[in-house]
Protein backbone atom coordinates (compact mmCIF):
# COMPACT_ATOMS: atom_id res chain seq x y z
CA UNK A 1 0.00 0.00 0.00
CA UNK A 2 0.99 3.69 -0.37
CA UNK A 3 2.24 6.08 2.62
CA UNK A 4 3.34 9.36 2.27
CA UNK A 5 6.17 11.33 4.87
CA UNK A 6 6.01 14.71 5.80
CA UNK A 7 8.70 16.10 8.28
CA UNK A 8 9.62 17.93 10.23
CA UNK A 9 5.96 17.83 12.10
CA UNK A 10 6.48 21.06 13.96
CA UNK A 11 8.81 23.99 13.11
CA UNK A 12 9.13 26.85 14.87
CA UNK A 13 12.07 29.47 12.99
CA UNK A 14 12.91 33.16 12.85
CA UNK A 15 12.19 35.34 10.18
CA UNK A 16 14.78 35.73 7.45
CA UNK A 17 16.09 32.09 8.22
CA UNK A 18 15.92 29.40 5.35
CA UNK A 19 13.15 26.87 5.25
CA UNK A 20 13.17 23.14 3.69
CA UNK A 21 10.23 20.77 4.20
CA UNK A 22 10.53 17.25 2.96
CA UNK A 23 7.67 14.94 1.78
CA UNK A 24 8.29 11.17 0.05
CA UNK A 25 5.91 8.96 -1.09
CA UNK A 26 5.76 5.20 -1.07
CA UNK A 27 4.20 2.37 -2.81
CA UNK A 28 3.76 3.94 -6.56
CA UNK A 29 6.08 5.44 -9.08
CA UNK A 30 5.98 8.36 -10.89
CA UNK A 31 3.20 9.65 -8.91
CA UNK A 32 2.23 13.59 -9.23
CA UNK A 33 3.03 15.86 -6.14
CA UNK A 34 1.61 18.51 -4.23
CA UNK A 35 2.39 21.05 -1.73
CA UNK A 36 -0.56 23.09 0.26
CA UNK A 37 -0.93 26.09 2.11
CA UNK A 38 -3.17 26.12 5.13
CA UNK A 39 -3.60 29.31 7.17
CA UNK A 40 -5.99 29.99 9.85
CA UNK A 41 -9.71 30.16 8.36
CA UNK A 42 -8.30 30.24 4.87
CA UNK A 43 -8.90 26.72 3.58
CA UNK A 44 -6.40 25.03 1.06
CA UNK A 45 -3.65 27.08 -1.41
CA UNK A 46 -2.14 24.78 -4.05
CA UNK A 47 1.36 26.28 -4.12
CA UNK A 48 3.13 24.04 -6.61
CA UNK A 49 2.63 20.63 -7.92
CA UNK A 50 4.96 18.41 -9.96
CA UNK A 51 3.98 15.71 -12.46
CA UNK A 52 7.70 14.56 -12.61
CA UNK A 53 11.18 14.71 -11.96
CA UNK A 54 12.46 18.28 -12.10
CA UNK A 55 9.02 18.93 -13.27
CA UNK A 56 7.50 21.89 -11.13
CA UNK A 57 4.44 24.22 -11.54
CA UNK A 58 4.00 27.32 -9.38
CA UNK A 59 0.48 28.53 -8.64
CA UNK A 60 1.14 30.94 -6.20
CA UNK A 61 4.22 33.43 -6.70
CA UNK A 62 5.80 33.93 -3.16
CA UNK A 63 9.51 33.76 -1.57
CA UNK A 64 8.49 29.68 -1.63
CA UNK A 65 10.31 27.44 -4.29
CA UNK A 66 9.98 23.68 -4.79
CA UNK A 67 12.10 20.75 -5.88
CA UNK A 68 11.71 17.38 -7.45
CA UNK A 69 15.05 15.25 -6.86
CA UNK A 70 13.71 12.24 -7.14
CA UNK A 71 10.48 10.04 -8.66
CA UNK A 72 8.96 10.15 -5.01
CA UNK A 73 10.89 13.13 -3.12
CA UNK A 74 9.29 16.42 -2.98
CA UNK A 75 10.94 19.49 -1.26
CA UNK A 76 9.62 22.85 -0.26
CA UNK A 77 12.25 25.77 0.51
CA UNK A 78 13.05 29.02 1.70
CA UNK A 79 15.95 31.48 1.59
CA UNK A 80 14.21 33.87 4.04
CA UNK A 81 10.87 33.03 6.19
CA UNK A 82 8.60 36.00 6.42
CA UNK A 83 6.19 36.00 9.18
CA UNK A 84 3.68 35.46 6.09
CA UNK A 85 5.21 31.96 5.25
CA UNK A 86 3.52 30.54 9.09
CA UNK A 87 1.10 28.23 8.61
CA UNK A 88 0.08 24.11 7.84
CA UNK A 89 1.94 22.40 5.08
CA UNK A 90 0.30 19.73 3.60
CA UNK A 91 1.97 17.20 0.61
CA UNK A 92 -0.22 15.10 -1.38
CA UNK A 93 -0.08 12.86 -4.10
CA UNK A 94 -2.05 11.29 -7.29
CA UNK A 95 -1.85 8.92 -9.61
CA UNK A 96 -3.68 9.69 -13.09
CA UNK A 97 -4.75 6.18 -13.56
CA UNK A 98 -8.12 5.52 -15.36
CA UNK A 99 -8.45 9.53 -16.06
CA UNK A 100 -9.05 9.71 -12.03
CA UNK A 101 -6.94 12.30 -9.79
CA UNK A 102 -7.76 11.22 -6.36
CA UNK A 103 -5.30 13.43 -4.10
CA UNK A 104 -3.99 11.42 -0.76
CA UNK A 105 -2.80 13.84 1.78
CA UNK A 106 0.42 13.71 4.36
CA UNK A 107 -0.02 14.53 8.02
CA UNK A 108 1.49 18.21 7.28
CA UNK A 109 4.12 20.58 8.81
CA UNK A 110 2.77 23.05 11.26
CA UNK A 111 5.27 26.15 10.43
CA UNK A 112 5.45 29.08 13.05
CA UNK A 113 7.57 31.91 11.73
CA UNK A 114 8.26 34.47 14.99
CA UNK B 1 -11.85 26.22 -14.75
CA UNK B 2 -13.95 24.94 -12.04
CA UNK B 3 -15.17 26.31 -8.54
CA UNK B 4 -16.20 25.10 -5.30
CA UNK B 5 -18.67 26.75 -2.92
CA UNK B 6 -19.21 25.37 0.64
CA UNK B 7 -22.05 28.14 1.89
CA UNK B 8 -21.73 26.79 5.84
CA UNK B 9 -18.48 28.13 7.12
CA UNK B 10 -19.76 26.35 11.14
CA UNK B 11 -22.27 24.25 11.75
CA UNK B 12 -23.26 23.39 15.05
CA UNK B 13 -25.13 19.72 15.31
CA UNK B 14 -26.11 17.53 18.54
CA UNK B 15 -24.91 13.96 19.00
CA UNK B 16 -27.30 11.67 17.17
CA UNK B 17 -28.82 14.12 14.82
CA UNK B 18 -28.40 13.71 11.13
CA UNK B 19 -26.21 15.84 9.20
CA UNK B 20 -25.44 17.42 5.71
CA UNK B 21 -23.06 19.45 4.58
CA UNK B 22 -23.69 21.66 1.33
CA UNK B 23 -21.51 21.67 -1.80
CA UNK B 24 -21.88 23.15 -4.97
CA UNK B 25 -19.59 23.41 -7.75
CA UNK B 26 -19.51 25.00 -11.19
CA UNK B 27 -17.84 22.96 -14.35
CA UNK B 28 -18.77 23.17 -17.86
CA UNK B 29 -18.56 19.53 -18.27
CA UNK B 30 -18.45 16.06 -16.11
CA UNK B 31 -17.05 16.84 -13.09
CA UNK B 32 -15.10 14.27 -10.49
CA UNK B 33 -16.22 14.80 -6.83
CA UNK B 34 -14.99 14.38 -3.35
CA UNK B 35 -15.38 15.20 0.06
CA UNK B 36 -12.27 14.79 2.47
CA UNK B 37 -12.15 15.17 6.26
CA UNK B 38 -9.24 16.49 8.57
CA UNK B 39 -9.30 16.12 12.25
CA UNK B 40 -7.13 19.29 14.22
CA UNK B 41 -3.49 19.33 13.04
CA UNK B 42 -3.95 16.56 10.89
CA UNK B 43 -4.14 15.57 7.35
CA UNK B 44 -7.36 15.51 5.07
CA UNK B 45 -8.92 11.98 4.76
CA UNK B 46 -10.64 11.29 1.60
CA UNK B 47 -14.34 10.32 2.74
CA UNK B 48 -15.36 9.42 -0.84
CA UNK B 49 -15.72 10.22 -4.14
CA UNK B 50 -17.64 10.58 -7.35
CA UNK B 51 -16.82 9.78 -10.36
CA UNK B 52 -19.60 8.37 -12.46
CA UNK B 53 -22.62 6.05 -12.50
CA UNK B 54 -24.73 5.81 -9.32
CA UNK B 55 -25.42 9.25 -8.25
CA UNK B 56 -25.66 8.16 -4.18
CA UNK B 57 -22.06 7.31 -3.12
CA UNK B 58 -21.01 5.71 -0.16
CA UNK B 59 -18.02 6.02 2.19
CA UNK B 60 -16.21 5.36 4.98
CA UNK B 61 -17.48 6.49 8.78
CA UNK B 62 -20.98 6.08 7.52
CA UNK B 63 -20.97 9.38 5.21
CA UNK B 64 -22.64 9.22 1.99
CA UNK B 65 -23.17 12.20 -0.55
CA UNK B 66 -25.26 12.67 -3.60
CA UNK B 67 -24.46 14.07 -6.95
CA UNK B 68 -27.05 16.33 -8.38
CA UNK B 69 -26.48 17.42 -11.93
CA UNK B 70 -29.59 19.73 -11.83
CA UNK B 71 -28.20 21.82 -8.88
CA UNK B 72 -24.14 21.50 -9.36
CA UNK B 73 -24.53 19.98 -5.73
CA UNK B 74 -23.22 17.11 -3.79
CA UNK B 75 -23.77 17.28 -0.50
CA UNK B 76 -22.44 15.47 2.06
CA UNK B 77 -25.03 13.27 4.50
CA UNK B 78 -24.59 11.21 7.70
CA UNK B 79 -27.89 9.81 9.26
CA UNK B 80 -26.34 10.00 12.85
CA UNK B 81 -23.76 11.96 13.80
CA UNK B 82 -20.52 11.18 16.60
CA UNK B 83 -18.59 12.98 18.66
CA UNK B 84 -16.17 11.96 16.86
CA UNK B 85 -17.38 13.53 13.55
CA UNK B 86 -16.36 16.84 14.95
CA UNK B 87 -13.85 17.56 12.34
CA UNK B 88 -13.54 20.14 9.15
CA UNK B 89 -15.40 19.10 5.45
CA UNK B 90 -13.62 20.38 2.50
CA UNK B 91 -15.18 18.93 -0.51
CA UNK B 92 -13.25 19.13 -4.08
CA UNK B 93 -13.60 18.82 -7.54
CA UNK B 94 -11.39 17.77 -10.41
CA UNK B 95 -12.01 17.82 -13.86
CA UNK B 96 -12.85 14.91 -15.79
CA UNK B 97 -10.94 14.02 -18.82
CA UNK B 98 -7.87 14.26 -16.85
CA UNK B 99 -6.34 16.74 -14.42
CA UNK B 100 -3.55 16.84 -12.13
CA UNK B 101 -5.18 19.67 -9.76
CA UNK B 102 -8.25 19.59 -7.54
CA UNK B 103 -10.34 22.46 -6.90
CA UNK B 104 -10.87 22.68 -3.13
CA UNK B 105 -13.71 24.36 -1.12
CA UNK B 106 -13.32 26.52 1.77
CA UNK B 107 -14.42 24.10 4.46
CA UNK B 108 -16.97 23.43 6.77
CA UNK B 109 -15.91 23.25 10.67
CA UNK B 110 -18.44 20.82 12.22
CA UNK B 111 -18.84 20.46 15.99
CA UNK B 112 -20.90 18.08 17.24
CA UNK B 113 -22.70 18.60 21.05
CA UNK B 114 -23.15 15.79 23.77
Known amino acids: SQTIHQWPATLVQPVGSPLSLECTVEGTSNPNLYWYRQAAGRGLQLLFYSVGIGQISSEVPQNLSASRPQDRQFILSSKKLLLSDSGFYLC?????????????FGPGTRLTVL | AQSVTQPDIHITVSEGASLELRCNYSYGATPYLFWYVQSPGQGLQLLLK??????LVQGIKGFEAEFKRSQSSFNLRKPSVHWSDAAEYFC????????????FGKGTKLTVNP
Open chain 2, 50 to 55: YFSGDT
Open chain 1, 92 to 104: AWSVLAGLTDTQY
Open chain 2, 92 to 103: AVGAAGGSEKLV
